[in-house]
């Protein structure tokens, strides 16, 4: 475990920096919104605190919920489950 290094997660470059991505929730449309990081690291907002950032609805304008997604590791094909089916014995 010595050499797991810790990331900073405190700002918006430091999502975007680590390949985390933040999403956010409005409660009064049940809109949900991916944010485009670089764009708002464009608009000045890139050293912007993450517990201060207040995103708020491009429809309705109701402050909305922030949900952080970690980064998309994998880029190889899905995974696929397969699950055997045993017949049932009628003398069991």
Same mark, same amino acid.
């Given at each position: 475990?010595?050499?797991?290094?810790?990331?900073? @997660?405190?700002? +918006? /470059?430091?999502?975007?920096?680590?390949?985390?991505? &933040? !999403?956010?929730?409005? #409660? $009064? %449309?049940?809109?949900?919104?991916?944010?485009? @990081?670089?764009? +708002? /690291?464009?608009?000045?907002?890139?050293?912007?605190? &993450? !517990?201060?950032?207040? #995103? $708020? %609805?491009?429809?309705?304008?109701?402050?909305?919920?922030?949900? +952080?997604?970690?980064?998309?590791?994998?880029?190889?094909?899905? !995974?696929?489950?397969?699950?055997?089916?045993?017949?049932?014995?009628?003398?069991?």
């Amino acid at each position: 475990m010595d050499n797991i290094n810790p990331i900073r @997660l405190a700002t +918006l /470059s430091d999502l975007s920096r680590h390949g985390y991505q &933040l !999403a956010c929730y409005c #409660p $009064r %449309c049940r809109r949900w919104a991916e944010l485009d @990081l670089p764009q +708002l /690291s464009g608009q000045g907002l890139a050293e912007r605190l &993450l !517990a201060e950032f207040r #995103p $708020r %609805c491009k429809t309705c304008g109701t402050p909305g919920e922030k949900q +952080l997604r970690p980064p998309k590791r994998w880029q190889g094909p899905r !995974a696929r489950a397969t699950f055997a089916h045993y017949a049932a014995r009628a003398d069991a």
